[in-house]
């Protein structure tokens, strides 16, 4: 009989096989990860600061239990129950352990809890219900401090992703002349990087003044640009490292110096990610200039602070929503351009 | 003219490429080297156009000598030296006509190249070399909608471009499928004809190596194990170089239908 039916196949091996089933884990090293969470425990229990009670008012009755050390070992316990059960290996067990020993010292280090919010809503509500009639008017009253967004956001991508290519191009071994001009660029770049956007706002605001000097987009231009440049350069020199090597040699065998080789071999294979990263710093230059109006570059952040310090949350409101929007219409412009690109 | 004297390549990792290569390949013929794999036929190839620097002995091509340790001197020599790969190695994303164009760097100042503004004569070149090759009305087309066999040609475009006096193959047909490697092999043969380009071609088909070459070289760990006219390079003599018997795919078969 060569044709079986499906039902015949799926219930011929049932009866007779067994399969086998996962590895029961050592029971001895379960045993030392419940021992490692009671250390854990202890050790919460001694370095930590109050004697808080966790109080959980049920109508008739609260229940009380001390704060977080206790919490904290019955979830441990309860996890490893759980993994023992699912015969989950051991070193799976030990990271699933650490797992929640650092996530409970991250929290209670910085006292992370959600109780204090409902203490404060009278504080809250005025602001929330400011915020939930915004003042339409407003958004184009402060058209003025738009342009000088978007503007600060078109020149600072420009500057931006020419710098980044150029720095790219030096950053990644592929491209670059030798191995000791790759390494320096690269920790130029990562030092450019590890200033984030505010702070080299504050040193350009601190460095030629802010909008009180009426340079706030100057400032604003140049952090934006630095920050681009780190981002653009890093993206872009990884691309490089991953183009085909294949057309880099051929142009190396035909002869071509190193620009010439990076132009016609390189280029072409990493235009389409470059493009793609240009249209995403000018997205993030966008989002940033709300931010940086915090620290006095100019743009629609200063007319956003401004509000903020004379208790106008219908105007901030009116302002965050046209954010939105305009966040929103840049990232659907930069999608439409790269599904077009590649 | 290019002259082996006692070359030897050893790589960074301490591999020894070649080893106490002496050779003479005359101007104008058509060499196969063939070989297993990792016998040095590609280091042997890459040695000539300095993409392996050999490590001692002396390399003439032509009136130069070889300086592996000079990147301008280099530059000058690959200017006449063309190379051709089993990838083809085109730039996919842009025009036939650019990867072409990509030929004529050695002769085109870098700011030309920056602005891919070349010079009418440069184009008149590659238009010129399509021609050979038989796909000019392919010139304004990306090069990664073209078939392999057109891609190769486009390589082989793009040497012909440098106005080289030798053409390096790396195993230029080893990617294609036997119709098309004979059309390339023939192709590659024409041009050595018409042209009087020293061409030196890398493969593993004997068959191949058989119709379309003047001289047969065959290596063997690193070493020239075998080197004369292809009438000397019998069944019996390759297999000598192979160390084992031949196999059926050791021959590419299927001879091209005459377009």
Known sequence: ?342 | MITFENIDVVYPNGFKGLSNVNLQINKGEFVAIVGLSGAGKSTLIRTVNGLVPFTSGTLTVGDVVVDPRSKAKLRRLRSRVGMIFQSFNLVTRVSVLNNVLVGRSADTPTWRSLLGWYRAEDKELAFQSLERVGIVDKAYMRAASLSGGQQQRVAIARVLAQDPEVILADEPVASLDPPTAHKVMRDLRRIQQELGITTIVNMHHLDLARSYADRVIGMRAGEVVFDGPVEEATDEVIEQVYQRSLTAEDIVTAEATQE
């Open chain 1, 1 to 342: 009989m060569v044709t079986t039916s499906t039902a015949e196949r799926r219930a011929a091996p049932q009866a007779a096989t067994v399969r086998p089933e996962p590895p029961r884990p050592s029971g001895l090293v379960y045993l030392g990860l419940a021992g490692l969470a009671v250390l854990a425990f202890i050790v919460f229990w001694v370095i930590q600061e109050s004697g808080d009670v966790l109080l959980i008012p049920l109508g008739f009755v609260t229940l009380w239990a001390p704060l977080n050390p206790v919490i904290g070992l019955v979830v441990m316990l309860v996890a490893l129950a759980v993994c023992f059960k699912a015969r989950i290996g051991t070193m799976a067990a030990f990271g699933a352990l650490a797992f929640i020993m650092m996530s409970y010292w991250a929290g209670a280090t910085v006292g992370f809890t959600l109780l204090e919010i409902p203490e404060r809503w009278s504080n809250v509500e005025p602001r929330l219900m400011a915020f939930l009639d915004p003042n339409w008017s407003y958004i184009w009253t402060v058209r003025d401090q738009w342009l000088i967004t978007i503007s600060m956001a078109v020149v600072a991508t420009l500057v931006g992703c020419a710098i980044g290519l150029v720095l790219a191009m030096y950053a990644s071994p592929v491209s670059s002349p030798n191995k000791g001009t790759s390494q320096t660029i690269k920790a130029v770049n990562s030092v450019i990087r590890s200033i984030p956007d505010v702070g080299w706002a504050l040193l350009f605001v601190a460095f030629i003044g802010g909008t009180a000097h009426g340079l706030g987009p100057m400032a604003g231009i140049l952090a934006l640009l630095m920050f681009n440049i780190g981002i653009v350069a890093k993206l872009t020199s990884e691309t490089i490292d991953a183009v085909n090597p294949g057309p880099v040699e051929a142009a190396d065998a035909s002869g071509a110096t190193l620009t010439q080789r990076n132009r016609l071999a390189i280029l072409p294979q990493v235009l389409p990610g470059f493009v793609s990263y240009g249209l995403y710093v000018f997205e993030l230059n966008i989002r940033a200039s709300a931010a940086l109006g915090i620290v006095g570059v100019g743009g629609i952040g200063s007319a956003m602070m401004l509000q903020l310090n004379r208790f106008q949350f219908e105007n901030v409101a009116a302002i965050l929503i046209a954010l939105i929007v305009v966040v929103l219409l840049v990232d659907m412009f930069s999608m439409y351009i790269r599904r077009k690109l590649l």
